[in-house]
């Protein structure tokens, strides 16, 4: 089947039926299992695609999977902070976060954002509740250094509180989680900004997930990124730094590659870089024999 717009396509109900048979065995494999994702990219921005990340991850949680679903909010960070005449500023690609930046941060990543997305769940009929990683303790970090470089407050993740996680999973809700943590140190008590792909991968970790999928603007790893059709499917771990060194993984994918091997290394049987620019990306790259993205094993 040509992929497109589905609204475009007509299907009779043979054809539904056929859909759900093949994504029986899949069903089957995954249930009662945890799969970690990561929600961001331009499918945080774009309505369609919001409406179909949040029936994906209903209905995954409906078949009996657990899911945990980690945010970011880069773009509504940034908006905030240009409407209050702040501007950013970067180090080493990541976002210098001093005291006025982080309680912008805390405002739309662990308020709007987190509880839009919360509430969108529960309109479409799941179970879900908003957490950022200060709650429960969930997150606690120390600062990070950049090269030696001062970040502000800017933390890597120390611990990963598992027994809120457990619990809101075992009953059935789906954990919505942004990417603020707790202070440790000379920062007990402060609010650290940490990068939500890292937080997704150590949630997986700390969870025994399955799977950890990384949403992204991309198709996955191409091996020519000028070549679309260079979709490079399934990467074993072992390979990924030869990729590296060949300049095949390079500038904004080598941190999501990292993230994915962090996951691995961590007992993660999968990692998955899928495009979430494509409606219902997450269950193609479930449910079905060709998926969408690159899988790392």
């Known amino acids: 089947m040509q992929r497109g717009n589905m609204k475009d396509l007509t299907i009779n109900n043979g054809d539904r039926a056929e859909i759900l048979i ?25 309505e369609e695609l919001k409406v179909a990340v ?30 209050l005449g702040k501007e950013s500023r970067f180090v080493q690609g990541l976002r210098y976060t001093d005291e006025e930046t982080m309680d912008v941060v805390k405002m739309v990543l662990c308020g709007r954002v987190n509880k839009n997305i919360t509430a969108q769940i529960q309109a479409g009929g799941g179970n879900a509740v908003g957490l950022c990683g200060i709650d429960g303790g969930l997150f606690k970090a120390r600062r990070l250094k950049a090269g030696g470089e001062d970040l502000g407050l800017v933390g890597e993740i120390a611990s990963v509180e598992t027994g809120l996680l457990n ?20 920062d007990e008590g402060k609010a650290l900004n940490i990068n939500a792909d890292i937080a997704a991968a150590k949630i997986a970790v700390a969870v025994g997930a399955e799977k950890l999928l990384l949403m992204t603007d991309v198709k996955g790893i191409l091996r020519d990124v000028q070549d679309p059709d260079s979709l ?13 060194k060949e300049g095949v993984v390079k500038g904004g994918m080598i941190p ?3 993230c994915c091997a962090l996951a691995i290394d961590g007992g993660v049987k999968r990692a998955h870089i899928i495009d979430g620019r494509l409606p219902h990306a997450l269950l193609v790259e479930l449910f079905t024999d060709e998926g969408i993205g690159t899988m790392i094993e």
């Open 232 to 244: 490079i499917k399934v990467i074993p771990r072992g390979e990924l730094e030869k990729l590296k």
């Open 256 to 258: 999501k590659a990292d």
């Open 167 to 186: 619990t809101l999973l075992n009953s059935g809700v789906i954990p919505v989680i942004s990417s603020v943590a707790l202070g440790l140190g000379e």
């Open 22 to 46: 093949t994504a029986l065995p899949y069903i089957q494999e995954y249930e009662g299992k945890t799969i970690v994702v990561k929600y961001g990219g331009n499918a945080m921005i774009n």
């Open 54 to 83: 949040m029936r994906d991850v209903i209905l995954l949680s409906c078949v009996g999977i657990r899911v945990v679903l980690v945010h970011g909010g880069g773009p509504e960070i940034e908006a905030m902070l240009k409407a």
